[in-house]
């Protein structure tokens, strides 16, 4: 009976650090993967599309225009899975000029992203603010960021 | 003895499911972090300098100019801890214009950034690739991109 005990301790035994090991080592990996992936590298993707917007605004209505932009935005990037990076900056010398860099994963990802009620907010609330838009279609050379901004 | 047996069972059954069980959490929150993590910020430091460069480039030297742009901006973001990011497109109905975003941690990082061999090996070799080159100062409005391209 005392063997009997123990073989059973053992066989448990093993299936623990078995299962155990390989939930560590998945662990361990996720972790790695989050702390030293030197850089996030898109440009991969054949299907992506990417787009440079350029958007005169209305220098009475700037800052509030920059702010519905931030929001359309960070909402975008956060809720749609197809929205990949939007980065969009003005002009030091000229604040009235913005430019939008736009990453999507496809066309019908950019597709969807003009229908979200978020896009439709910004596009209701900005509409008076922009004085011109040009989309400029672009293809990617590189990208590389750093996973964790300083 | 049959139910000592039983007992050692249970009692190894339950280390067994909460160790395993805190890997597991462990392990699935990591993967989460990657997952569904939803952005990266920046453009939260002051202190980063934002650029855009516009630059023109001799359409006979296109491919050897992006061949040499890729590598230089690949090595700056993989070595420099002072260099953020290093986006590249080119506009698909003119692929002589080449616009770069660059995001340095601030300009110390920037003035580092250009004495480095890889940039001066950039430098080299497209002197003569570069037909005009503006560079616009920028301020970050919104950065957002999701941490794992697709």
């Known amino acids: 009976m005392t063997r009997q005990i123990v073989k059973v301790e053992n066989k448990l035994f093993n299936s623990f650090f078995s299962i155990f090991h390989q939930a560590q080592l998945l662990s361990t990996f996720c972790c790695a993967l989050i702390l030293f ?72 990802a950019y597709k969807a992203h003009i229908e979200t009620p978020h896009f439709k907010k910004y596009k209701s609330i900005t509409k008076d603010m922009v004085k011109s838009l040009e989309l400029v279609d672009v293809d990617p050379i590189a990208f590389a960021t750093k996973p964790k901004q300083k």
Not at 62 to 73: C, D, H, Q, T
Not at 79 to 101: M, S
């Open 37 to 108: 992936s030197p850089t996030i590298s898109s440009a991969q993707n054949k299907n992506q599309m990417v787009r440079l917007a350029k958007i005169k605004i209305d220098s009475a209505q700037l800052e509030k225009y920059k702010a519905a932009l931030k929001e359309g935005i960070e909402t975008a990037v956060r809720v749609e899975p197809g929205v990949i990076t939007l980065f969009a900056v003005y002009d030091k010398n000229d604040p009235t000029n913005v430019t939008v860099l736009e990453v999507y994963a496809d066309v019908a």
